[in-house]
């Protein structure tokens, strides 16, 4: 059974850093682009990075263009999003997914499964 398990999330003052993991189990990731995302209260949830299978392509939403990283390391099956320069807007339930394809995309109905979500919250 595939699964995907977030972590790293908080609260933090505006300016602040953290870092979210997302540890998957259950399939050979390594071949498989991933993604974060987002979802604000009472917004749609959005994109925010992806990375292909081996890390090296990845896309970032403009909001957070200079300020998050997304990054994967195959061998523990994991992929991390750095956030810095953390603004109260970027406050949501980041969540962690996995598409079939070897490429990153941007269209959520292309990935296949989902984590539970971890909250950041930024405070001003």
């Known amino acids: 059974q595939v699964q995907l398990v977030e972590s790293g999330g908080g609260l933090v003052q505006a300016g602040g850093s953290l870092r979210l993991s997302c540890a998957a189990s259950?399939?050979?990731?390594?071949?498989?682009?991933m993604g974060w995302f987002r979802q604000a209260p009472g917004k749609e949830r959005e994109i925010v990075a992806c990375i292909n299978w081996s890390g090296g392509s990845t896309y970032y939403a403009d909001s957070v263009k200079g300020r998050f990283t997304i990054a994967r390391d195959n061998a523990r099956n994991t992929v991390y999003l750095q956030v810095n320069s953390l603004k109260p807007e970027d406050t949501a339930v980041y969540y962690c997914a996995v598409t079939g394809r070897t490429y990153f995309t941007t269209r959520q109905y292309d990935y296949d499964y989902w984590g539970q979500g971890t909250q950041v919250t930024v405070s001003s």
């Open positions: 259950g399939r050979t990731f390594s071949s498989y682009a």
